[in-house]
């Protein structure tokens, strides 16, 4: 039985057993089934990533995803679009290879975000390999001066994602704790849980003072392969990376629903930009279709909210959630009363979570309610995070809307070549855009206090 079927039987049931719900919950279940049955976000994904392809943080590609997000907007009656530009660092990679010397094996490779550059002819080292980044840490400074380090660590599949923010230190932080002990490079094993020869991308970076060392991803195979060379002996590499930073400039699309009553303001989005390896689709051309998808559906369906709904469309996120600082900032003094992103990947929500006043509460078990036929569940707890863009958002007092997916098979695809349009679930996808619009139409049609903070 698919997905589809499975939602549609459940739908019909809970339909026959609904007894009169007031209008806006009516209209909730009304909105949820529309977009379940058809909604924009398959040729949108599909136009995005075929027309505009990868969108690297700063670059032309970046820019052509913002004609195309502002025209998008438009076709799907938004009004008060804008572009909201700041300044970045740009960073591309240049030529990058890897080979061990004595058996030649060449490993399967690609440079971390923000990482330095090594020569152009390259280096050649002695591998130092640390199982975690915690031995890294613990190593005194001769056993790393002027090698090529190698952390390895053990992520695992998960449906929520926790094994990678478990793992995450290893990119995030680890190529700047060997530059601080001296280290030439970094090799990493990639955040993934595949087993193909697709090395994950991903940022990295260097606090002031210390030196932007080259630093790459093996893919799994290699960063295993590697492992067992360090078990054996000596190991020498010699690595090619070039990437270049220079000066740029990136920016945030937004487009509006006005609501009825002025002042207050739900955010939805996901992030534009992507790695440049890939085509950007899980990670997140799907968050943008799937919100603009929402958004659509609330217009073209149901009546005006109360609240105005407003679709963000975050810049440079991959490189250091640039855009979603930038947001924050520049709109700090907006009453934004609840926030949510989608960015983790096109497979199917699971579980709804919020970070709300105690007021808002009784709207969360609304929207719970109205989600249980798309089998989706409410997280225990008022805790939640949100995504990266809209963390500084929460900060200053958003409320935060989650609509967690399943995780199971996104971190094999993450940061990868393998990042394309053929991986999306249609259904899947489906049931996001119609819990997307569910919880934002409830959230926008009602008037009960959400923000943590005045």
Not at 57 to 78: D, N, T, Y
Request: hydrophobic share 45%.
């Amino acid at each position: 039985m698919t997905i589809r079927t499975i939602i549609a039987a459940t739908l019909a049931l809970a339909t026959s057993a609904q007894a009169a719900p007031d209008d806006r919950i009516a209209i909730a279940a009304k909105l949820r089934d529309t977009a379940l049955a058809s909604n924009p976000a398959w040729p949108l994904l599909v136009d995005l990533t075929d027309s505009v392809g990868q969108r690297l943080a700063g670059s032309e590609a970046e820019a052509r995803g913002r004609a195309w997000a502002k025209a998008a907007m438009q076709k799907l009656g938004l009004v008060n679009i804008r572009e909201e530009a700041f300044p970045i660092t740009f960073w591309q990679r240049g030529q990058e290879s890897a080979r061990v010397l004595g058996s030649n094996h060449s490993l399967a490779i690609t440079a971390l975000g923000n990482s330095g550059a090594t020569p152009a002819a390259g280096l050649t080292a002695p591998v130092a390999c640390f199982d975690t980044l915690a031995a890294l840490r613990a190593a005194p400074d001769a056993a790393v001066k002027g090698r090529i380090v190698f952390i390895d660590h053990r992520m695992t599949v998960t449906q929520d994602g926790s094994s990678y923010g478990i793992n995450g230190g290893v990119r995030r932080a680890g190529p700047a704790v060997a530059a601080q002990k001296g280290a030439a490079a970094v090799m990493i094993r990639s955040l993934g849980t595949d087993h193909h020869r697709n090395p994950h991308t991903g940022s990295t970076s260097f606090p002031a003072g210390t030196p932007a060392i080259p630093a790459v991803a093996l893919a799994l195979p290699d960063a295993e392969l590697v492992g067992r060379l360090c078990a054996r002996g000596p190991v020498q590499v010699h690595l090619v990376s070039t990437p270049t930073s220079q000066p740029g400039q990136s920016a945030n699309i937004s487009g509006e629903i006005p609501g009825s009553v002025p002042g207050e303001i739900v955010v939805l989005g996901g992030h534009l930009d992507s790695w440049d390896i890939g085509q950007g689709v899980f990670d997140d051309g799907a968050g943008v279709a799937i919100t603009l998808a929402a958004a659509a559906t609330i217009k073209a369906s149901g009546p005006q909210p109360r609240r105005t709904v407003r679709v963000v469309l975050w810049g440079s996120e991959e490189i250091g959630v640039v855009g979603g600082r930038a947001y924050g900032e520049a709109h700090k003094q907006e009453n934004i009363v609840l926030a949510g992103e989608s960015d983790f990947g096109a497979d199917r929500v699971w579980r709804v979570e919020s970070r709300v006043a105690a007021t808002g509460l009784p709207l969360f078990s609304e929207i719970a309610a109205a989600l249980a036929p798309l089998g989706v569940q409410p997280q225990p707890g008022n805790d939640s995070g949100g995504g990266a863009d809209v963390g500084p958002l929460a900060a200053l007092g958003s409320g935060v809307l989650e609509l967690a997916q399943d995780g199971t098979r996104y971190f094999d695809y993450h940061h990868t070549p393998d990042d394309t349009l053929d991986k999306v679930d249609r259904a899947q996808l489906d049931q996001n855009v119609a819990a997307w619009t569910t919880a934002i139409w409830l959230a926008a049609s009602d008037d009960r206090p959400l923000r943590t903070k005045p």
